[in-house]
């Protein structure tokens, strides 16, 4: 079977940096028992939605390398090559279309806006996403300045937060408080708290989860934890115990370093998903009892808050032009609330 390394996309991450989001890398390691096969052909076979011709282009480009060295569209592949391929994304033609779509601002002056994001909004148009995201409404809001007035898909955005997860997001208004509030993103300055409910009953009221954060190795669509230094970009979570609730604790979590999915990832990898977290398993009854009320419970559970449990719920930053630190807080959306409390009702009456 050939090992598929995806490399890291140059792209916005929860809250990485400036970079437009234009390649994408890949790295495979070819099986010893692999025929010898055009590297055109093999490509396509592994890499999801890409066209011949595309990868053709990649390799006119001089953009797919075997052991180090740029190959052409017609080299046979040989077992145990090491290929690297760069694709570069469709052009971003993307218009976008102001929609008069509801926000909630909790705070705005010259320079940017805090959007508290309700869950089910997607940050900025992705494929499958070209209409009803946070940008299309920030384009309507906004649409006097500048900034807003281009095809850039992300005009204003520093940082992000997944579609079903909630809260605070700060958006510039103007390109230099962009690219001030993006450097404190880069450089891990800007102070997040999150609050999450989590399966089990955690051992310690406080502690720390680090372990670098990469693709997936079989699906890219999720992130893993990995050895330090094996592969991956170091991440850092500290939590700390705010209510424990039976066989779940709500949590807070203070980012120290930003990656994609980095709560979710890191959580699933101490054997503590966070409640109802499709994609990383927390959508199954992981720990309580057998009995037939008690799984109806949960899945009345599942109903009510049908997303990962996760809101951003603080930021802090240095004003991009006053320099004085501020920092915002969200109350927690009303479905995480209505699941937190069904919870302390669950644990009360057990207890009685």
Request: some cysteine.
């Amino acid at each position: 079977m050939t090992l598929q390394i995806p490399e890291e996309n140059f792209n916005l991450e929860e809250d990485s940096d400036n970079n437009q989001e234009q390649f994408e890398h890949f790295r495979f390691v070819v099986d010893p028992g692999q025929k010898m096969l055009r590297i055109d052909k093999f490509l396509v076979d592994k890499i999801q939605n890409a066209s011949r011709n595309k990868i053709q282009e990649a390799a006119n480009n001089g953009n797919i390398l075997v052991n180090s060295a740029v190959v052409k569209r017609n080299y046979k592949v040989k077992p145990n090559d090491t290929i690297t391929i760069v694709l570069s994304y469709p052009p971003r033609e993307i218009e976008i279309i102001a929609e008069d779509i509801p926000l909630t601002i909790i705070y705005e002056d010259d320079a940017f806006l805090i959007v508290n994001k309700n869950p089910g909004m997607v940050v900025h148009p992705s494929y499958g996403h070209y209409s009803g995201t946070l940008v299309n409404a920030l384009a309507y809001h906004l649409k006097d300045l500048p900034l807003f007035n281009s095809k850039d898909p992300r005009p204003g955005l520093v940082h992000r937060i997944d579609k079903d997860t909630s809260g605070i997001l700060v958006v510039a208004k103007t390109d230099e408080a962009k690219t001030k509030l993006g450097l404190q993103f880069f450089n891990k300055t800007s102070d997040r708290k999150y609050r999450a409910l989590v399966w089990g009953n955690m051992e310690e009221n406080e502690g720390t989860i680090t372990g670098h954060i990469g693709r997936n190795l079989k699906n890219r669509k999720v992130m893993d934890v990995f050895p330090e230094g094996d592969y991956g970009k170091h991440a850092v979570t500290h939590y700390r115990v705010l209510e424990r609730l039976g066989y779940v604790n709500l949590v807070e979590c203070i980012l120290e370093t930003g990656r994609t999915h980095q709560i979710r990832a890191h959580f699933k990898s101490i054997g503590h998903p966070l409640f109802n977290d499709v994609d990383y398993g927390g959508n199954q009854i992981l720990k309580g009892t057998t009995f037939t009320k008690y799984k109806q419970f949960v899945q009345n559970c599942f109903k009510i808050c049908p997303r990962q449990a996760l809101h951003a719920k603080t930021l802090g930053f240095i004003h991009p032009v006053t320099d004085k630190y501020i920092s915002f807080d969200s109350e927690i959306p009303d479905d995480m609330a209505a699941l937190i409390q069904k919870w302390r009702e669950y644990t009360s009456n057990r207890e009685e």
